[in-house]
């Protein structure tokens, strides 16, 4: 049996995909026996506690010489120190912007122990937004060519990869997974919570509500259904939603659109939920849709970017071209109008997210990268 392996996985610990992604990692990781040492600012998000699993905090200090707080160095020499003090065989780094660098950083700081393998998820927007931004990119593209692998979750991620940073070394697609937990209150309850009336439908829509989610195009959806719709919106929003309340208004929605924000049971409201609504203008994968599929809710969404990857439009959910809101419309009314329809496309989502998407089919493959990297 080969031996359990020691890392360190980095990411964002606020909310967004990226640091989900890498909490449920170390989680599935630790629970197979391995060692994981999660390095950041605070603890993420969802981070997950229990046998196998530390935190290691890097601490900023704002010296007021400096315009800007430095967070690479202080991140690389905190890398080093717990690589160095764990025996750790490599680090896993989401998001290439800083932590790619910082364990480029780390790796020359340790100088003979020097075996430490670095391995680099691209997540979004460090590629399709940094990626292109000459104050980044070169910085981006020599992280990724001193990395021992690079991975992404779609194709599409790893031909933008390609197209915008010309990186030439291999980059390896392992699809994001999602592994549920149990709901901790019943659905009925959720619902009453809500207010969602027992002859209305719960439409979801997750995000962290940044600008290229389109919450313009999502409440203008939501307006386009008309008042007859049976349908409430709920928005689990992972920044405040204050500055879209004006459009509420406007668009005559108050009442109708229910926000939550930063949850953490996100369980509870997809177990509840009857069907995703998802308006983004690129994404690379949506961690959002394939979380809603794993309760067996199809999604309506924009064919962009990795959704076409997670989502087989007819099958699992329903896509319409990027920017056509009266096709998305269309598209939602046609499934509020039909239960029974939902209810096949739900099923075929949550096959699909088991299949492809689950922890069993996914973190092998990590399993696999990392033993590959080491050497056998
Ligand atoms: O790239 C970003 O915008 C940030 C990143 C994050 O940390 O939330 O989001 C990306 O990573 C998720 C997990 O892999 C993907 O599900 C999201 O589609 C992706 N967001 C974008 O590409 C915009």
Do not use: W
């Not at 697609?173 to 809500?194: D, G, K, S």
């Not at 829509?205 to 008042?227: C, F, M, Q, V, Y």
């Not at 879209?244 to 109708?256: F, I, M, P, S, W």
């Not at 699992?316 to 239960?339: H, I, M, N, Q």
């Amino acid at each position: 049996m080969s031996r359990p392996l020691k890392l360190a996985i980095t990411c964002y610990p606020s909310v967004g995909g990226s640091g989900i992604l890498a909490s449920e990692l170390g989680e599935e990781l630790a629970r197979r026996g391995h060692e994981v040492h999660f390095i950041s600012y605070e603890p993420p998000f969802r981070m997950p506690s229990g046998p196998g699993i530390r935190f290691h905090a890097v601490r900023v200090n704002d010296y007021d010489l400096f315009k800007y707080p430095d967070y690479t160095l202080p991140l690389s020499v905190k890398m080093a120190e717990v690589a160095r003090a764990h025996a750790l065989d490599l680090l896993h780094v989401h998001y290439a912007v800083p932590h790619a660098t910082a364990a480029i950083l780390a790796r020359a700081m340790l100088r003979e122990e020097a075996r430490l393998r670095i391995i680099t998820t691209l997540h979004g927007t460090d590629t399709t937004l940094l990626g292109r931004d000459p104050g980044y990119g070169p910085a981006i593209r020599h992280a990724l060519e001193h990395s021992d692998a690079i991975t992404t979750v779609s194709a599409f991620m790893q031909r933008e990869t390609v197209r915008l940073l010309g990186v030439r070394r291999p980059i390896e697609v392992i699809p994001n997974f999602f592994e549920p937990h149990a709901p901790r209150r019943p659905r009925a309850e959720v619902r009453r919570e809500l207010g969602v009336a027992d002859d209305e439908a719960l439409v979801l829509h997750i995000s962290n509500l940044r600008a290229l989610k389109r919450i313009d195009l999502l409440l203008e959806t939501a307006a386009r259904l008309g008042p007859r719709a049976r349908f409430k919106l709920v928005i689990l929003a992972g920044a405040p939603f204050a500055p879209h309340e004006d459009a509420v208004r406007r668009l005559g929605l108050a009442g109708r659109v229910v926000v939550r924000e930063k949850v953490a049971e996100v369980e509870d409201y997809l177990q509840a939920a009857d069907l995703g609504l998802f308006t983004s203008e690129t994404e690379s994968f949506c961690l959002s849709i394939l979380e809603a599929m794993s309760f067996g809710c199809p999604s309506v969404a924009f064919a962009v970017g990795g959704i076409p990857e997670v989502v087989r439009s007819g099958e699992s959910g329903l896509l319409v071209p990027f920017g056509d809101t009266a096709a998305l419309t269309r598209a939602v009314e046609s499934l509020l109008g039909d239960p029974a329809r939902r209810a096949t496309l739900g099923r075929a989502a949550r096959d699909r997210a088991r299949e492809h998407f689950s922890a069993a089919a996914v973190v092998p493959q990590y399993e696999a990268l990392y033993r590959r990297v080491l050497g056998g």
